[in-house]
C-alpha cells in the first residue's frame, strides 16, 4: 500500500533552517505529481509546495523566496528546504501525493 513517511521536523529559531523529507513507497513515485501542505493550531490545512514528475515547482505566496521543495526520483524522496523560518511557519508539515495519499506529518515550530 501507499506509505508516505515525513521526518526532519524540530525546534528552530525564527531566522533558521529545516530541511523535511518524505520517503514515498507503494506508488510509481516519479509519475506523481508531490506536495507539502501545512496545518497551524486552529488553522485550516494549507498548500505550501508543489512539483511535478517533470519538476517543475510552485509555491505559497507566504514561502515564496524562503521554501524550495524538490526530488529525488531514484530515492522517492521529497524534501522542503525551509530557510528564514517565522514564527508564523509553525505548523504540522504533511507530504501529499496527486492521489489524496498522506503522510503522518512532522511538527515544526519556530520560536522567536
Known amino acids: 500500500q501507499v506509505q508516505l513517511v515525513e521526518s526532519g521536523g524540530g525546534l528552530v529559531q525564527a531566522g533558521g533552517s529545516l530541511r523535511l523529507s518524505c520517503a514515498a513507497s507503494?506508488?510509481?513515485?516519479?509519475?506523481?505529481?508531490m506536495g507539502w501542505y501545512r496545518q497551524a493550531p486552529g488553522k485550516q490545512r494549507e498548500l505550501v509546495a508543489t512539483?511535478?514528475?517533470?519538476?517543475?515547482?510552485s509555491y505559497a505566496d507566504s514561502v515564496k523566496g524562503r521554501f524550495t521543495i524538490s526530488r529525488d526520483n531514484a530515492k522517492k524522496m521529497v524534501y522542503l528546504q525551509m530557510n528564514s523560518l517565522k514564527l508564523e511557519d509553525t505548523a504540522v508539515y504533511y507530504c501529499?501525493?496527486?492521489?489524496?495519499?498522506w503522510g503522518q506529518g512532522t511538527q515544526v515550530t519556530v520560536s522567536s
Open positions: 501529499n501525493d496527486e492521489y489524496d495519499n
Open positions: 507503494g506508488i510509481i513515485f516519479s509519475r506523481n505529481t
Open positions: 512539483i511535478t514528475s517533470g519538476s517543475s515547482t
